[in-house]
């Protein structure tokens, strides 16, 4: 600790020292950054374009004043440019006791303002223009219907004479309107005079319009003078100037710009070599600091290469250790599912048999109850009709027939004698039912327990159970073959074909009332053989798929369906260590795919 306080003793004044000349540094650099030689570039780039645009504006007017140019867009055009421009002038920071940003920020707001009064003249001129070329465009035509009324009037002086004052005042105003000058003033004030006394004694007509030949002349007049005043106005627009005055600013800020920024960079070049001193010695002291430290590194790094040795060889067997753990734990998983489904199934079939048995008995019972209930009425029907057969007979006797006739229609005897054997039938009808759920029952009760494996062809056990089941599937759909070639698997073959007649019954019960397509397919991937049973039925709900195999579930109507034929199917599949998967989709089919290990293994 002592070491450490005197070693942060020697350093201490170095350390002031080095950050007084980086805090001095970084001063001259900030004031530095403060100079830029492109703004002032970018400045007299953008006055050299607002003169050249200002000369082509004063051109623009001259050339519409002339009638060269048919409209005012180029005025409009130079005149956006020319009020975007002076706004991108850019000031150099403001600095204290120097007034020249101040100078510059007043002499760009004058020239702004003097351009926005020549705009001003210059919407004037346009205005005023427009009204003395309209004049000007009407004069020649209204002259030349003067002088076709004069002529149409033969024989009569004044009219020939209304003509020729009316060219004369047109040749007046178009002489003062190219080159103004008192004399042509003069001329054009006696046309005009000349020209309203000849307009008395004329048809009203052509007095009319000697009168607007007048007016229009003056109005060339008037504003010729008003176009003329603007035009020499605009030229002296002292744009120029305040141009000049910007310019000779920028130059002066440029020049002191420059002589500060060659004081600066002398002081930054003393203060980096005062710096470099500095870093130098201190670079000596940490040479010599720098072998002591590498000594003791050396030491550290042998130190901590011999834990990090330690902690491999723990981290590796720790890793070991828990790859193995999680083998274990999934292996564990994976036999906790298999036994979990195992119990529940032989708890339901245990279920099943018992259920089965206790339904068994009294169905015998009933069977032969019903049979010998059969042939009793058969006897009782024998000797209803020897009945009738004697009430015939009697019919001498019109009291007693009357009487018998009476009790057979109270007792509604033809009606029973059709009835009773429909209700047997419906009562063998239904014991054959439950007799049909009883032997599902059993066949799923002992499903576990056949226990014979051999090996045995996958194609030939789909066509054994296809066979089986020929009659009912035929009726439904069109089967379509594609089998593959899968190796022999080892397998209970009943308890396969069961498998594969439940699939098909459940295939052909899903068509609806035309004839659908079943398809079978089988094949070996991944050393599994597989076998694929599917429909273009009904298809099934997605909210549906998860229930299929639970025992005594059914989508069919009540009395159509046990629900143990596919829960029977996924015990089969799984006591043959496979799986069961199937896609479905309303009104498009389903698609059962069993996938069988061709070999079992040591656990089931």
Same mark, same amino acid.
């Given at each position: 600790m002592k070491g450490w306080r005197r070693a942060a003793r020697g350093w201490l004044p170095f350390a002031l020292l080095a950050a007084l000349l980086a805090g001095a540094l970084l001063y001259l650099y900030q004031d530095a950054r403060d100079y830029d030689a492109s703004s002032y570039a970018g400045?007299?780039?953008? &006055?050299?374009?607002?003169?050249?645009?200002? =000369?082509?504006?004063?051109?623009?007017?001259? /050339?519409?004043?002339?009638?060269?140019? *048919?409209?005012?867009?180029?005025?409009?055009?130079?005149q956006r440019e020319l009020e975007a421009l002076p706004q991108q002038v850019r000031l150099p920071p403001l600095r204290s006791g120097d007034a020249s940003t101040e100078a510059l920020a007043a002499g760009v707001a004058a020239l702004r303002r003097e351009l926005a009064g020549k705009a001003a003249m210059i919407e004037l001129f346009k205005s005023h223009n427009a009204v003395l070329r309209n004049s000007l465009a009407y004069l020649p035509a209204a002259t030349g219907d003067i002088v076709e009324l004069g002529a149409s009037g033969a024989g009569r002086g004044g009219l020939r004479q209304a003509g020729v004052a009316a060219n004369k005042v047109l040749?007046? #105003?178009?002489?003062? $309107?190219?080159?103004?000058?008192?004399? #042509?003033?003069?001329?054009?004030?006696?046309?005009?005079?000349?020209? +309203?006394?000849g307009t008395r004694g004329l048809p009203p007509q052509l007095a009319q319009r000697l009168e607007l030949l007048g007016v229009h002349a003056r109005t060339v007049l008037r504003e010729q003078r008003a176009v003329r005043d603007l035009?020499?106005?605009?030229? =002296?627009?002292?744009?120029?100037?305040?141009?000049?005055?910007?310019?000779?600013?920028? +130059?002066?800020?440029?020049?002191?710009?420059?002589?500060q920024m060659q004081r600066h960079r002398l002081y930054l070049l003393l203060l980096s070599a005062a710096l470099a001193a500095l870093l130098l010695y201190a670079a000596l002291r940490l040479v010599r600091s720098h072998a002591i430290i590498q000594r003791v590194n050396q030491q550290l790094r042998q130190a901590n290469e011999g834990l990090e040795a330690a902690v491999r060889e723990r981290t590796g067997e720790l890793l070991r250790a828990n790859g193995q753990l999680h083998t274990e734990i999934a292996e564990r998983k994976q036999l906790e599912g298999r036994l979990v489904q195992s119990e529940k199934l032989a708890s339901v079939g245990q279920l099943a048999a018992g259920v089965a048995h206790e339904i068994n008995n009294p169905l015998a019972f009933l069977a032969a109850n019903s049979a010998m209930l059969e042939r009793y009425l058969e006897r009782m029907f024998d000797m209803l009709a020897a009945y009738e057969e004697a009430e015939l007979a009697m019919a001498g006797s019109a009291d007693v027939a009357a009487r018998l006739k009476e009790k057979r229609e109270r007792l509604e005897l033809a009606y029973l004698r059709e009835d009773i054997p429909a209700m047997l039938d419906e009562s063998r009808e239904g014991m054959g039912r439950v007799s049909k759920i009883v032997l599902a029952l059993k066949e799923f009760a002992s499903s576990a327990a056949q226990q014979r494996w051999e090996l045995a062809d996958l194609n030939g056990c789909v066509d054994a159970a296809l066979h089986s089941v020929?009659?009912?599937?035929? /009726?439904?759909?069109?089967?379509?073959?594609?089998?593959? =070639?899968?190796?022999?698997?080892?397998?209970?073959?009943?308890?396969?074909?069961?498998?594969?007649?439940?699939? &098909?019954? $459940? =295939? +052909? %019960?899903?068509?609806?009332?035309?004839?659908?397509?079943? #398809?079978?397919?089988?094949?070996?991937?991944?050393?599994?053989?597989?076998?694929?049973?599917?429909?273009?039925?009904?298809?099934?709900?997605?909210?549906?798929?998860?229930?299929?195999?639970?025992?005594f579930f059914t989508?069919?109507?009540?009395? %159509?369906? #046990?629900?143990?034929?596919?829960?029977?199917?996924?015990?089969?599949?799984? *006591?043959?260590?496979?799986?069961?998967?199937? *896609?479905?989709?309303?009104? /498009?089919?389903?698609?059962?795919?069993? +996938?069988?290990? &061709?070999?079992?293994?040591?656990e089931i």
């Open positions: 400045n007299v780039a953008l &006055l050299r374009q607002i003169k050249e645009l200002d =000369a082509t504006w004063e051109l623009d007017v001259m /050339k519409s004043r002339m009638g060269m140019n *048919q409209n005012y867009d180029a005025l409009v055009a130079t040749l007046a #105003t178009l002489v003062h $309107n190219e080159n103004a000058s008192d004399e #042509t003033l003069f001329d054009m004030e006696l046309a005009l005079a000349v020209l +309203s006394a035009l020499a106005a605009i030229v =002296a627009a002292p744009v120029e100037q305040h141009l000049d005055r910007i310019g000779d600013l920028l +130059s002066a800020r440029q020049q002191s710009d420059t002589v020929a009659a009912d599937v035929d /009726k439904a759909a069109v089967v379509d073959k594609h089998y593959g =070639a899968p190796p022999p698997v080892e397998c209970m073959p009943a308890q396969l074909n069961q498998v594969v007649v439940n699939l &098909l019954l $459940n =295939a +052909s %019960q899903a068509m609806g009332t035309q004839r659908g397509r079943i #398809t079978l397919r089988t094949g070996t991937v991944g050393g599994q053989a597989w076998l694929e049973v599917a429909d273009d039925g009904c298809g099934m709900a997605a909210e549906v798929l998860p229930r299929i195999f639970d025992p989508t069919r109507d009540i009395g %159509q369906g #046990t629900g143990l034929g596919l829960a029977l199917t996924y015990g089969i599949v799984q *006591q043959h260590q496979g799986r069961i998967d199937v *896609q479905s989709e309303p009104g /498009k089919g389903s698609t059962f795919r069993v +996938s069988l290990p &061709l070999r079992r293994s040591g």
